[in-house]
């Protein structure tokens, strides 16, 4: 292929901006790109002209993103470009290859197996150290273990740099820290590595051989790094190794976009970059090719509500991207106020309901929340208006019988193809395990299975068009080969069914449609966002959720959380300015309270004495006086706790302390007013939790 087919090939239909990037081959660049302005069609075209105008080797360039479904779809574009052997992977998984291969050089011996989930070997560390956790503080814990080593820190140094991170798993930091070494022990004695050691190990050794070191910076000249306000201070750490002090390095990102701070991201390496490489070009895009005006519009008006502090005080982020929408005019945003949970979720369904009747594929809807606890209920409304639906987190596509068996099916078939036309192929297949034309009438499991088969068909139709050439049409075998790289990605295909989502396990995907939902106080932002940094990222996560949508958004809210419950619910603060006939808040709500009067100290209502710790003037009483309620109150508002936890994937402490609980059950509160006179009940747990508290209590 002669430079000017690969021109008119590969750089037609690129904007200004984009061209930009797929033209600048060497030395450092780094590329600004907003939500929607093309970033993967930049950088994908950007590796394709570079190999077909023979400037890169594509058995030379490494692109690296940050989960498997956007490595897979990277891949599959590079594919379409001609130059499908150009690799593109995790960190994680370029990583274990470069570990596999050194291992028995480096280190000697055979690798130890790689722990896929981190909570049976947390709970065993517990156990050895006496420690009581419950499921969903085994999952905190796990977490903060995760970030203290994408941080690099050890059990011995994390206790310097972890003190600000509140008490996971209900755990002060010398507990935490000891759990973090109690956690390492069992896996040296299971001969065990988990993810974050890949990485760990692969550091290590490029750090201490120089010849595997020169044999990695010898196999790969370029690199291309995407979702680069995603990195961790360990994977800056593995690509400055793998660069070696070279400049060969494209990055990509959004500072508007960093909602994983709690995982030990920083976009810091992004808006660093041009201080890092003082040479280095800077590209913005800026065209928003996704969302309509009005979607764009409201994207860029949350962006200017942000608090100072955090990113702000870098000069990129203080003037984050202006998205400039590049698509005809589209609807007027929603904002819907409900009475409460359950009058919300069914106005939502009811909506989607409306907009798949008027042609709207129910696969380009999305259902998105703050926290997975608040599926269930969009789950019941679907339900109950016909509307099928998959939760995104649940099962994985691949591992669903139906799918394996289908695979399997296709599989024998390809052995013994004809020349039949592939889709009509797949159709009769698949029709033996109970594909058909129409979706089935009823939900459940048959249209979940339904729906499995009819991606699969759909998947085929697609790769008919776009993989298929006049010297070689896309075969079975072909479409085989393609869902078993798909199998091992898990890039599974679109399923036709409303997508329900937390903000977080959206980003990388849209739709045409988005319900944001659940938008008051406490939600969004999170009651434990209680940080100006902590709160500019729940800013942005919205941010994230808003740029979504290609055409419909709606934002949704209720006043109280159960049918009939005191309506004290306020809509988020960041819809200020948003919603009509709202301004912009100026600050952070609620307001900051007076200060108060140093108190007198608290006396034991039982002995008399002055309570000395927090948890003693919570209860009102010392620890060692007997207690005042009834236990059983207690143990159901331990249960209730804990079932509110596990929904809402915090600590069991986030909801209430024990302190808290046995309060509540001693003083036994009547009505809210009285609740909200304890100790550890402020006005975001009053409001959240309040009415379900005082009907555990009163019905005692």
Known sequence: MDERTAEERILAGLDDEQRAVATTLAGPLCVLAGAGTGKTRAITHRIAYGVHTGVYNPNRLLAVTFTARAAAEMRSRLRDLGVGTVQARTFHAAALRQLQYFWPHAVGGQL???????????????????????????????????????????????????????????????????????????????NLIDFEDVLLITVGILQED?????????????????????????????????????????????????????????PRHLLDF??????????????????????????????????????????????????????????????????DDEAESAA??????????????????????????????????????????????????????????????????????????????????????????????TGGALRERWESLAALVALADEL????????????????????????????????QGVTLASLHSAKGLEWDAVFLVGLSEGLMPISFADTPESVDEERRLLYVGITRAREFLNFSWSSARTPGGRANRRPSRFLDGLRPNTATAAGPRPPARKSRKAASPSVCRVCGKILGT???????????CPPGYDEAVFDELRAWRLKEATAAEVPAFVVFTDATLMAIAEAAPRDLEELATLPGVGPSKLERYGDAVLEIVSSA
């Open 464 to 495: 008919v068009v776009s993989r298929s050439t006049p010297e070689h049409p896309f075969s079975l075998v072909d479409l085989v080969t393609e869902l078993t790289e798909r199998a091992a990605a898990q890039h599974a295909p679109t399923v």
């Open 210 to 266: 120089p010849r595997v070191a020169a044999t990695v910076r010898d196999q790969y000249r370029h690199f291309v790094v995407d979702e680069y306000q995603d990195v961790s201070p360990l994977q800056q750490k593995m690509l400055d190794l793998w660069l070696g002090g070279r400049e060969e390095l494209c990055v990509v990102g959004d500072a508007s976009q960093t909602i994983y701070s709690f995982t030990g991201a920083t």
């Open 112 to 190: 130890p197996g790689l722990l896929d989930h981190k909570a049976q070997i947390i709970a065993e560390a517990a156990r050895r150290l006496r420690l009581s956790t419950d499921r969903a503080a085994i999952r905190d814990l796990a977490a903060e273990v995760e970030w203290a080593k994408v941080s690099m820190l050890t059990p011995e140094t994390y206790l310097t740099r972890a003190q600000d991170r509140g008490e996971p798993g209900g755990l002060d930091k010398v507990a935490v820290g000891r759990l973090f070494q109690a956690y390492e022990d069992v896996k040296a004695d299971r």
């Open 614 to 624: 927090g948890a003693e003037r919570k209860i009102g009483r010392c620890a060692t």
């Open 348 to 441: 939502v369904a009811a909506r989607i309901k409306i907009l798949i009747e008027h042609g709207t594929k129910a696969s380009e809807i999305a259902v998105l929340f703050r926290t997975n606890g608040q599926s269930e209920a969009y789950e019941q409304a679907l339900t109950a208006a016909g509307v099928g639906y998959q939760l995104r987190g649940g099962e994985r596509f691949f591992a669903r019988k139906e799918v394996r068996d289908a695979i399997l099916q296709l599989r024998a078939a390809s052995r013994a193809a004809d020349d039949e036309p592939l889709g009509q192929l797949v159709r009769d297949i698949l029709g033996n395990l109970g594909y058909q034309p129409e979706a089935p009438k």
């Open 274 to 339: 041009p201080k890092r490489y003082p040479g280095a070009n800077v590209v913005k895009l800026v065209r928003d090719y996704r969302s309509t005006p009005q979607v764009v519009g409201l994207a860029n008006s949350l962006l200017k509500g942000r608090r100072s502090g955090g990113l702000a005080a870098d000069a990129l982020w203080s003037t984050p991207l202006h998205l400039v929408a590049q698509r005809p005019s589209g609807p007027v945003p929603e904002f819907l106020e409900c009475t």
